[in-house]
């Protein structure tokens, strides 16, 4: 007769020989979830700018972050260069602020 799931034995060689068993088991199923796990972290992009692609528009390839950064500052310069004046805004009235950078 078994009480939670385990079975009542003759012998305590017949206990031990039962644990070892299951114990086999458990490693056996721990050993295939790492497998799987390590696996899945194998496909992650190691840590830093390649972690994340975007694609600008215009552009045919994907760029990583340091590039989309570059890409932004770049085009913020242009904006700022062709407009020096309207470099600053305040955000309840619409006027220039020409503070701090």
């Known amino acids: 007769m ?3 799931g385990v079975p009542e034995f003759k012998s305590e060689m017949e206990a031990v020989a039962w644990s070892l068993t299951q114990l ?3 490693v056996k199923n721990l050993a295939s979830r790492i497998a799987v796990l390590e696996t899945a972290f194998n496909k992650l992009p190691p840590p830093g700018a390649d972690m994340v692609k975007y694609k600008i528009p215009g552009d045919e ?3 990583n972050l340091k590039e ?4 932004l500052y770049e ?3 242009k904006l700022e260069e062709e407009h020096p004046t309207e470099r600053y805004w305040s955000g309840t009235n619409g006027s220039i602020h020409t503070g701090d950078r």
């Open 2 to 4: 078994e009480k939670n």
């Open 24 to 26: 086999s088991e458990a």
């Open 61 to 63: 390839d994907y760029s």
């Open 68 to 71: 989309l950064f570059d890409n």
């Open 75 to 77: 085009r913020l310069n």
